[in-house]
C-alpha cells in the first residue's frame, strides 16, 4: 500500500454530512439505535453478523451504532447513517473502516441497508458515493471482506467496480477479498 491509505483520519472531514441522488449522508447518532432493530430482527439480514454472545435485537442495535461512533472517534472511519431524502427515514449505513490485512493497512467499504428498503439499489448508491468520497480522499485502493456464502454481497461489491482477488479466512469465516484501485 502506499502513503494514500495511511492519511491520518484527522487530516480529512470524517465523518461526514453529504448526499447522493436519494439519500443524505450523516454521521451515525446514538437514537439511530431505534431504527436498526429491524435489521437485526430479520434472520436474513444478519445470517452473517457474528454473535457470540447471544444479544437480543435491541442490544445488537445499540452495539452497533456504538460502534460506527467507536470509529470515528477512534480515527477508524466507521459506517454513517443513510437518509433517504424522499422520507427523511433511516434506511441503512456505509462508511469506510481502516482495517490490518497481510500487514498492511487496508480501507474497507461496508454497506447495511434495513430490510424494508434492501433490493432498492440504495446500497449501490450508497457504494458508488464511497467510491467517490475515496478519490476525493486521495485512496490508492479500497477492499470489500465478503462472506463466502453470501452471493448476494458479492455481487453488489462487484456492481461497485471491485474485483476478486482472492479467498482467505477472516474472523474465522471463510471469505472473498476484492478490490478497487482508485
Known amino acids: ?10 487530516e480529512i472531514a470524517y465523518p461526514i454530512n453529504g448526499e447522493t441522488k436519494r439519500l443524505n449522508v450523516r454521521p451515525s447518532q446514538p437514537e ?10 430479520d434472520s436474513e439480514s444478519t445470517k452473517y453478523f457474528p454473535n457470540p454472545e447471544g444479544l437480543d435485537e435491541v442490544e445488537l442495535a445499540k452495539r452497533w451504532v456504538n460502534s460506527h461512533i467507536g470509529n470515528y472517534d477512534a480515527g477508524v472511519y466507521g459506517q454513517m447513517a443513510l437518509i433517504e431524502k424522499a422520507s427523511g427515514k433511516l434506511i441503512g449505513s456505509a462508511g469506510f473502516l481502516m482495517c490490518e490485512l497481510d500487514g498492511e493497512i487496508e480501507i474497507q467499504t461496508g454497506v447495511a441497508i434495513l430490510p424494508k428498503y434492501q433490493r432498492l439499489y440504495y446500497a449501490l ?6 467510491n467517490e468520497l475515496a478519490n476525493d480522499y486521495g485512496f490508492d485502493s479500497l477492499i470489500s471482506i465478503v462472506h463466502k456464502e453470501n452471493i448476494s454481497s ?27 484501485n482508485l
Open 1 to 10: 500500500m502506499n502513503e494514500a491509505n495511511t492519511i491520518e483520519i484527522s
Open 125 to 130: 448508491e450508497a457504494l458508488e458515493y464511497l
Open 154 to 180: 458479492q455481487k453488489l461489491t462487484q456492481k461497485s467496480g471491485k474485483k476478486f482477488e482472492k479467498e482467505m479466512v477472516y474472523q474465522n469465516c471463510p471469505a472473498r477479498l476484492y478490490r478497487k
Open 32 to 41: 439511530d439505535y431505534l431504527q436498526w432493530i429491524p435489521f437485526f430482527e
